[in-house]
């Protein structure tokens, strides 16, 4: 299913398009939330915007802080549109959500971590 999950992200991709999305950074999308998805199973959370994406799983929340806060600021650290979009996974197309209900199930997943790891290093911090 995995597969399908990145796949529905190619084609939201390709919709919003036209309206200015996706123009620079395109490997955020074809090789890094394509390596995250690979083996991840469940929900995830989804960005896009003029210059690139974001992707957040539960498991990605472990590493580094302050995940709900960067999601709910994802409006003032990036200029041009901006998508927020929530998936269950399992090949479902993502649901369109607001940046702060974004912001809240980042905080939920980093607020269930029982070990926070260095974003940098992968060790516990």
């Keep these: 299913m995995a597969?399908?999950?990145?796949?529905?992200?190619?084609?939201?991709?390709?919709?919003?398009?036209p309206q200015g999305f996706l123009r620079a950074y395109k490997n955020d999308l074809v090789e890094w939330d394509k390596k995250a998805l690979k083996d991840h199973q469940?929900?995830?959370?989804?960005?896009?915007?003029?210059?690139?994406?974001?992707?957040?799983?539960?498991e990605g929340a472990c590493y580094g802080i302050n995940h709900g806060k960067a999601w709910r600021n994802l409006p003032r650290t990036f200029s041009g549109p901006l998508r927020v979009y929530f998936?269950?996974?399992g090949g479902a197309r993502p649901k369109a959500i607001s940046v702060e209900a974004a912001g809240k199930v980042a905080q939920k997943w980093e607020d269930k971590c029982k070990v926070r790891r260095s974003l940098w290093t992968g060790e516990p911090v």
């Design 3 to 17: 597969h399908e999950d990145y796949r529905q992200l190619v084609r939201i991709a390709a919709e919003l398009r």
């Design 87 to 89: 998936s269950r996974g």
């Design 42 to 58: 469940g929900p995830y959370l989804w960005a896009i915007r003029e210059n690139g994406t974001h992707l957040l799983t539960p």
